[in-house]
T-cell receptor, first 107, second 115 residues
Framework: SQQGEEDPQALSIQEGENATMNCSYK?????LQWYRQNSGRGLVHLIL?????REKHSGRLRVTLDTSKKSSSLLITASRAADTASYFCTSGSRLTFGEGTQLTVNP | DVKVTQSSRYLVKRTGEKVFLECVQDMDHENMFWYRQDPGLGLRLIYF???????EKGDIPEGYSVSREKKERFSLILESASTNQTSMYLC??????????????FGPGTRLLVL
């Protein structure tokens, strides 16, 4: 049973545009994390937002958390071709992962 | 920086062979995890360990076993490989604390093909 389902499954944008991905989860959380995976590689941790936080920034990343709706969003501003990857959200004690959002940024 | 290494990037084995996938982390992490990743199914947890010689079943342990004799090394064993175990295998580690929701650090993955 996975904790964290991403939406949309795939997103294709032009370089310079913003990319928004959403995540929904089922049970109460202490924190929610976003990870990125380049094709055929391991996952890399991007950002963690705690349950008492509503918004967090890290460089071009902006994460929001709405615990009342059990949802989070990841915004990547001024996207670059190098941002092309799959993005996963997760929480829960065993950090299970869904299928992610496949982001393609076209140069 | 945390470094998690996996013994092979690509591996080809025959049905029935015993397969060992090795994972080593260099940051004295207590927790280690093995996942497999398949198209349409996401990452699924096979086994995890929160201490030396300790192991816990994940969501899909059938057909696998693990070994953690040293803190830095977590091995995944396929006792008798089958074609449905063809997959990408990802190892991860995290600092410690049973049940804590912590950042995981992933290895580069091993793509296993069972013929």
């Amino acid at each position: 049973s996975q904790q964290g389902e991403e939406d949309p499954q795939a997103l294709s944008i032009q370089e310079g545009e913003n990319a928004t991905m959403n995540c929904s989860y089922k049970t109460s959380i202490n924190n929610l994390q976003w990870y990125r995976q380049n094709s055929g590689r391991g996952l890399v941790h991007l950002i963690l937002i705690r349950s008492n936080e509503r918004e967090k920034h890290s460089g071009r990343l902006r994460v929001t958390l709405d615990t009342s709706k059990k949802s989070s969003s990841l915004l990547i501003t001024a996207s670059r071709a190098a941002d092309t990857a799959s993005y996963f959200c997760t929480s829960g004690s065993r950090l299970t992962f869904g299928e992610g959002t496949q982001l393609t940024v076209n140069p | 920086d945390v470094k998690v290494t996996q013994s092979s990037r690509y591996l080809v084995k025959r049905t029935g062979e015993k397969v060992f996938l090795e994972c080593v982390q260099d940051m004295d992490h207590e927790n280690m995890f093995w996942y497999r990743q398949d198209p349409g199914l996401g990452l699924r947890l096979i086994y995890f360990s929160y201490d030396v010689k300790m192991k816990e079943k994940g969501d899909i342990p059938e057909g696998y076993s693990v070994s953690r004799e040293k803190k830095e090394r977590f091995s995944l064993i396929l006792e008798s490989a089958s074609t449905n175990q063809t997959s990408m295998y990802l190892c991860a580690s995290s600092l410690g604390g049973v049940g804590r929701q912590e950042t995981q650090y992933f290895g580069p993955g091993t793509r296993l093909l069972v013929l």
